[in-house]
């Protein structure tokens, strides 16, 4: 031992860790900064940040929603997983405005965008096939594809594709249906999400449909 730790002094990593087990280095909190950063600059130049703030106008929640929204973004950018994962994924890094966001919050702002519109906003177009009402989500993606537009704007071609994704315990109760699935999984009731894309590959728009919805459908 004794000739352990003289060859220690050698080793800044290992008199680090040494006094650090006898108490001798005071703890500090640390952060990850760095996804952070770059992607609240992205968030905010491509539009995301003004196009949710403008759909919260004349309303009012006792916390701040659209970095909630943020936060659920940037976790999935980062890991990927659920919202309960974000709760906890979140004390390790150092995001502008989420220090008090609770898990709740989470669920709230998920539920403010897919809150369906009232009638006089759906926007019903003759012959439109009625899959899935308008919502708050729709607004985002709308004020996101204007703000991209310019005179010279043309969308002559579109890519649209879908997947599914399964409930496993109580998930899914609403939407979740049994169906053809892409995860080999039918036995669990799953939901359908697909994603239209323009020419140069950035998204349009998305929706999602009980599990049951074929293909076919969703494209009409």
Request: hydrophobic share 40%; glycine share 10%.
């Amino acid at each position: 031992d004794g000739l352990l730790l003289s060859g220690a002094k050698f080793s800044e990593k290992v008199m680090v860790l040494s006094a650090h087990a006898r108490g001798e280095i005071q703890k500090v909190d640390g952060w990850r900064i760095g996804a952070p950063l770059i992607f609240s600059r992205l968030w905010e130049e491509t539009g995301c940040k003004a196009a949710i703030e403008e759909a919260l106008k004349g309303r009012r929640f006792s916390f701040d929603l659209e970095r909630a929204v943020f936060l659920a973004v940037l976790h999935r950018l980062v890991v990927s997983g659920s919202d309960r994962s974000a709760d906890h994924w979140k004390t390790n890094y150092r995001i502008e405005g989420a220090e008090k966001l609770q898990l709740h919050h989470a669920y709230r702002a998920m539920g403010f965008l897919g809150k369906p519109l009232p009638e006089s906003q759906q926007d019903r177009k003759p012959g439109a096939v009625p899959l899935a009402p308008r919502c708050r989500k729709d607004v985002v993606e709308e004020a996101l594809f204007e703000r991209r537009r310019h005179l010279y704007t043309s969308l002559s071609m579109a890519f649209f594709d879908t997947t599914t994704f399964y409930f496993e315990g109580h998930g899914g109760q609403s939407i979740g249906k049994r169906g053809f699935s892409k995860d080999h999984r039918p036995d669990l009731p799953q939901m359908v999400a697909g994603v239209v894309m323009d020419q140069e590959g950035r998204p349009i728009c998305c929706e999602m449909w009980p599990g049951t919805t074929s293909d076919v459908t969703t494209l009409l």
